[in-house]
């Protein structure tokens, strides 16, 4: 086909741009990711030698309602299921970030300004008494273990180690102050009071020292806790007691075990039609009993007795305010789940409507993307301000006016925490990865599964993260002050946007533009169910998603999350070729009809005008002698040279010429860096359309610019790139053949006579300044 290397017929459509790339986009990601061994193996899979720990608890917890307290004792069980013999164990103290010496107030950084409140004031120097006072470490017969407190660590020294196989049971006492979050600086758990009826809401977790992780990544993860990078924590089964004022209802992770001893019969009665609902849930403490609790407070106590098995942590709420209903939700296996809520009466009619409902609506759709919910309950609690989660609780903000009227921001933010937060359950308090390191990996990929769930409960669902365009303004920020996703949690920039939308808006273009929905589904769903009760790290993933895919998918690890590099792709240039089909009448009239539609020159225009006007109407002499010469006429030897030309081509060589196709050269250049598939709408003459995907590889030999020709049958009129605005493309200002400009608009104002006062600028920057200093006019 070397005769197909015809002479082309060239317009010049478009602008040239440029682009700057540091690095090859492609190179594989081997240095950066650990190497494979019996543990983790190369497929992203454990390895036949994989192993983690365990710790048992049990539990008796007290809470001292009337000074806002925590008194507990627990035994632990630590099970060493490593290879290794143990000379110590880490053990966490999470509530000591609390502590009046905590790293956490003194790393935070402050400033004065000209106007501060008293409040501002307060929280500069802290006075909350936070932090556990351990009043003893015990092993099992009864004797003082040494130990040392390292901030938010604790270090138990052994006097022999803990050889393989083997396992050590010890016994802590303890007690703290529980926080006000609305007081003491937010957090994670704490009370919230309520002065009209002098009552409290609490929402408890980290709760107890906890068994640190040693896995065969890290060996102890036992960097500090500074008050963002969460948990990492070992699996273990739990029986907790808890002790609460008499008229207090619990809600905690686990099964209820005493049910007879702390329901009254109304109330177990109710469940048990909970128990059998699937469509509306069953309210089992109403309203009006939650008031009338409201107005006393019983002296008596009440235990209740909880037990979990398999799971990481354990939290609970308590509160004499609650309101309860419930229902079942079931699974594909045939296994149902108690869906349920608890709530003070300022969260309705809003939550009794939706939380328990977005309980069941979470677990259906997370479920469909992952595994079956494992566990017998997962719960919704109302707590102001808060969106938190432990294994089967969680606690989630969304309050109503105070006569019960609510926003559709209000209504649709309280679904979106709930369907995050009892996603959690999923990743990371399965699917159990180290959040003290990577909080992407649990935030991020709950995040995309909230998007997806979220566009599940209704179309076009207003999420506020998932879809590529959501990201756009962040990813073109200033470098100064984003993070790679692959930053260590204490140490990021932008904390909600590198950790929970870069990651979602990443998996989120995974699906719907590199890999396709059925390729990515199978692959996460892998991921999900290898590591399920496991602790899978980073590797693991981007592994796992290309061994399951067989799709090479490094450079998108690379870019995404090894980078702050950002999308912009810009349609440089478009060049239009026609065949030369060596046939002079075809091509003489292609040339006319260029030579009519072309601009003339000035000189030619006012010749002629001159000719026309020199010359009598009768005398035609000279124009006669131009209009009978047609240079662009096809002679006899024209027809012959063609005719020649034919019967030298074979067949094949004929249809490619006679099919006389329209050919467009397209110039791209990659602006921001980051390379990524290119989508092409083509709209043609007819005002048909034709979209076309090309793999991000083919920036693999050239990564800042690339040419590409499209052969199409008609002329295109119009060329869009990314027009599903799919790829995160910061600037699609350059996107478009022919190029289009924005409209930009202006204000206008009515100008006063000279003297007549101020101008509009003058009265704008007056009335900004008086909101700015809290005026009214």
């Known amino acids: 086909m070397k005769r197909f290397l015809l002479p082309l017929v060239l317009i010049v459509l478009g602008p040239t741009l440029f682009a700057q790339i540091n690095e090859n986009p492609f190179k594989q990601l081997d240095n950066e990711l650990p190497t494979p061994n019996v543990y983790r193996n190369a497929a992203g899979a454990p390895g036949y030698m994989y192993w983690q720990q365990r710790a048992d608890y049990e539990m008796d917890i007290r809470l001292d309602d009337e000074n806002q307290r925590i008194y507990g004792t627990e035994t632990i069980t630590y099970y060493n299921q490593s290879p290794d013999p143990l000379e110590y164990l880490w053990v966490q103290l999470d509530q000591n970030v609390r502590a009046l010496t905590s790293d956490t107030y003194k790393t935070?950084?402050?400033?004065?300004?000209?106007?501060?409140?008293?409040?501002?004031?307060?929280?500069?120097?802290?006075?909350?008494?936070?932090?556990?006072?351990?009043?003893?470490?015990?092993?099992?017969?009864?004797?003082?273990?040494?130990?040392?407190?390292?901030?938010?660590?604790?270090?138990?020294?052994?006097?022999?180690?803990?050889?393989?196989?083997?396992?050590?049971?010890?016994?802590?006492?303890?007690?703290?102050?529980?926080?006000?979050?609305?007081?003491?600086?937010?957090?994670?758990?704490?009370?919230?009071?309520?002065?009209?009826?002098?009552?409290?809401?609490?929402?408890?977790?980290?709760?107890?020292?906890?068994?640190?992780?040693?896995?065969?990544?890290?060996?102890?993860?036992?960097?500090?806790?500074?008050?963002?990078?969460?948990?990492?924590?070992?699996?273990?089964?739990?029986?907790?007691?808890?002790?609460?004022?008499?008229?207090?209802?619990?809600?905690?992770?686990?099964?209820?075990?005493?049910?007879?001893?702390?329901?009254?019969?109304?109330?177990?009665?109710?469940?048990?039609?909970?128990?059998?609902?699937?469509?509306?849930?069953?309210?089992?403490?109403?309203?009006?009993?939650?008031?009338?609790?409201?107005?006393?407070?019983?002296?008596?106590?009440?235990?209740?007795?909880?037990?979990?098995?398999?799971?990481?942590?354990?939290?609970?709420?308590?509160?004499?305010?609650?309101?309860?209903?419930?229902?079942?939700?079931?699974?594909?296996?045939?296994?149902?789940?108690?869906?349920?809520?608890?709530?003070?009466?300022?969260?309705?009619?809003?939550?009794?409507?939706?939380?328990?409902?977005?309980?069941?609506?979470?677990?259906?759709?997370?479920?469909?993307?992952?595994?079956?919910?494992?566990?017998?309950?997962?719960?919704?609690?109302?707590?102001?301000?808060?969106?938190?989660?432990?294994?089967?609780?969680?606690?989630?903000?969304?309050?109503?006016?105070?006569?019960?009227?609510?926003?559709?921001?209000?209504?649709?933010?309280?679904?979106?925490?709930?369907?995050?937060?009892?996603?959690?359950?999923?990743?990371?308090?399965?699917?159990?990865?180290?959040?003290?390191?990577?909080?992407?990996?649990?935030?991020?990929?709950?995040?995309?599964?909230?998007?997806?769930?979220?566009?599940?409960?209704?179309?076009?669902?207003?999420?506020?993260?998932?879809?590529?365009?959501?990201?756009?303004?962040?990813?073109?920020?200033?470098?100064?002050?984003?993070?790679?996703?692959?930053?260590?949690?204490?140490?990021?920039?932008?904390?909600?946007n590198n950790a929970y939308g870069k990651p979602a808006t990443a998996l989120n273009i995974l699906r719907e533009t590199v890999m396709g929905r059925e390729q990515f589904d199978y692959a996460f769903k892998t991921y999900a169910n290898r590591w399920k009760f496991k602790h899978p790290a980073p590797a693991d993933l981007f592994r796992t998603m290309e061994d399951a895919s067989a799709i090479d998918l490094d450079w998108f690890w690379r870019g995404w999350f090894f980078t702050t590099n950002h999308v912009d792709i810009a349609l440089a240039n478009v060049r239009q070729f026609r065949i030369n089909t060596m046939n002079p009448t075809v091509e003489n009239q292609r040339m006319r009809q260029q030579e009519q539609e072309a601009p003339r020159n000035i000189s030619s225009i006012r010749n002629e005008e001159e000719i026309v006007s020199t010359f009598d109407e009768t005398d035609t002499t000279i124009v006669d002698f131009y209009s009978e010469y047609d240079p662009l006429e096809a002679t006899v030897v024209d027809e012959e040279e063609f005719q020649q030309y034919l019967s030298s081509l074979s067949e094949e060589e004929k249809n490619v010429l006679n099919a006389d196709k329209y050919y467009y050269e397209l110039t791209f250049q990659n602006i921001g860096g980051l390379v990524m598939p290119i989508i092409l709408e083509f709209t043609f003459a007819d005002g048909t359309k034709d979209v076309q995907r090309i793999p991000a590889e083919i920036w693999r030999m050239g990564t800042e610019e690339i040419t590409k020709v499209f052969p199409f049958e008609q002329e295109v009129v119009s060329i869009v790139l990314d027009p599903f605005i799919e790829t995160a493309d910061t600037d699609t200002s350059n996107n478009y053949y022919p190029s289009k400009s924005a409209a930009n608009r202006f204000d206008l104002y009515q100008s006063r006579q000279r003297g007549e006062g101020e101008n509009a600028m003058q009265r704008n920057t007056r009335a900004s300044n008086m909101e700015q200093s809290g005026s009214r006019r």
């Open 108 to 496: 935070s950084t402050n400033q004065v300004g000209e106007q501060m409140s008293l409040g501002q004031l307060s929280r500069l120097e802290p006075t909350f008494d936070g932090g556990f006072k351990i009043d003893h470490v015990k092993n099992d017969d009864g004797e003082d273990m040494t130990y040392h407190i390292e901030k938010t660590m604790m270090r138990i020294e052994l006097d022999e180690p803990l050889e393989p196989e083997e396992s050590i049971e010890f016994d802590i006492k303890y007690w703290y102050n529980i926080n006000d979050r609305a007081k003491d600086g937010g957090g994670r758990s704490g009370s919230e009071y309520f002065e009209e009826d002098d009552n409290y809401l609490y929402t408890i977790a980290q709760f107890y020292p906890r068994m640190a992780v040693y896995n065969d990544v890290d060996g102890w993860q036992n960097k500090q806790f500074l008050g963002r990078g969460e948990f990492t924590l070992t699996f273990g089964n739990y029986d907790v007691k808890i002790t609460v004022p008499a008229d207090h209802l619990v809600a905690a992770t686990g099964t209820l075990q005493n049910e007879g001893d702390v329901l009254t019969r109304d109330q177990r009665g109710r469940l048990e039609l909970a128990r059998a609902s699937r469509e509306q849930p069953v309210v089992i403490a109403t309203q009006e009993e939650a008031v009338e609790r409201e107005k006393g407070k019983s002296k008596r106590e009440k235990t209740w007795h909880f037990a979990a098995e398999n799971v990481r942590d354990f939290g609970f709420a308590t509160s004499r305010k609650f309101i309860w209903d419930a229902m079942g939700v079931e699974q594909e296996d045939g296994s149902v789940v108690m869906a349920m809520s608890m709530y003070p009466k300022e969260g309705n009619p809003l939550w009794e409507r939706f939380s328990t409902k977005a309980v069941a609506h979470t677990l259906r759709w997370y479920s469909h993307y992952t595994f079956n919910y494992p566990y017998p309950v997962a719960w919704s609690i109302n707590a102001a301000d808060i969106g938190m989660e432990y294994p089967m609780i969680c606690f989630n903000f969304g309050r109503t006016e105070p006569d019960g009227t609510y926003s559709e921001r209000t209504k649709y933010g309280m679904i979106s925490v709930i369907i995050h937060e009892v996603g959690h359950n999923y990743f990371p308090m399965i699917v159990n990865s180290d959040e003290r390191q990577w909080t992407w990996m649990d935030e991020g990929l709950n995040t995309f599964l909230q998007y997806l769930a979220e566009q599940q409960w209704e179309r076009d669902y207003p999420s506020r993260r998932g879809p590529a365009d959501k990201i756009v303004d962040y990813m073109k920020g200033d470098k100064q002050y984003i993070s790679p996703i692959m930053t260590n949690s204490e140490s990021i920039w932008q904390f909600g």
